[in-house]
């Protein structure tokens, strides 16, 4: 069974910042490209970064780029969010994805972990 | 980036109804459109990739289309397992964004 697990959401200052891990388990890691979206509370989803295979390509959000960083380590079947520079307006639930392929491109998102809330308040 | 617009962004209904919700584009995304579900304090589930293709597992009265620049995402007769928001999201290019959500309540 297909399984994506984060951990490392919590309380944090604005400006402070964090590391948000997802373990995955029940597929080969290493052949798919990953996810991050995020929710704030009663809102939508907002997709916020992907990571290919192999760490190539990386993609982010304009609203994240330069503050949150993506990495994976197919050795530990895990990928990873680096929140730096927090600010109040990044208070959501943050979910892990794997890629949907289609002829080799990520064309959806077809698992997903049950996310873990971060909330930024001085 | 390529923005989606959803309508509505609410809608009641009863079981057995048809309902149809509607997403457009700010630009070409050649059909790369993808539809899920999410219940209350749940994950997001996909439905519908490639405008029309079900995922394995989705019920078949779920049905997606295109009509111009319109992507329309059709359950033909709603269940109580149904009632839940709805996003679109366009897959044909970074960054992905999602429509701003549709919620389907029961009348």
């Known amino acids: 069974e297909v399984q994506l697990v984060e951990s490392g959401g919590g309380l944090v200052k604005p400006g402070e910042s964090l590391r948000l891990s997802c373990t995955a388990s029940?597929?080969?890691?290493?052949?798919?490209?990953l996810n991050w979206a995020r929710q704030a509370p009663g809102k939508g989803l907002e997709w916020l970064s992907i990571?290919?295979?192999?760490?190539?390509?990386?993609y982010y959000a304009d609203a994240v780029k330069g503050r949150f960083t993506t990495s994976r380590d197919d050795a530990r079947n895990s990928l990873y969010l680096q929140l730096n520079s927090l600010r109040v307006e990044d208070t959501a639930v943050y979910y892990c994805?794997?890629?949907?392929?289609?002829?080799?491109?990520?064309?959806?998102?077809?698992?997903w972990g049950q996310g873990t809330l971060v909330t930024v308040s001085s | 980036d390529i923005q989606m617009t959803q309508s509505p962004s609410s809608v009641s209904a009863s079981v057995g109804d048809r309902v149809t919700i509607t997403c457009r584009a700010t630009?070409?995304?050649?059909?790369?459109l993808t539809w899920y579900q999410q219940k209350p304090g749940k994950a997001p589930e996909l439905l519908i990739f490639?405008?029309?293709t079900l995922q394995s597992g989705v019920p078949s009265r779920f049905s997606g289309s295109a009509s111009g620049t319109d992507y329309i995402l059709t359950i033909s007769s709603l269940q109580p397992e149904d009632f839940a928001t709805y996003y679109c999201?366009?897959?044909?290019?970074?960054?992905?964004?999602f429509g701003q959500g549709t919620r389907l309540d029961i009348k």
């Open positions: 994805a794997r890629s949907l392929f289609v002829n080799g491109y990520t064309k959806g998102l077809d698992r």
């Open positions: 029940g597929f080969t890691f290493s052949g798919y490209s």
């Open positions: 990571i290919g295979i192999g760490s190539n390509p990386i």
């Open positions: 630009q070409d995304i050649n059909n790369w």
């Open positions: 490639a405008t029309s």
């Open positions: 999201q366009q897959a044909n290019s970074f960054p992905f964004t």
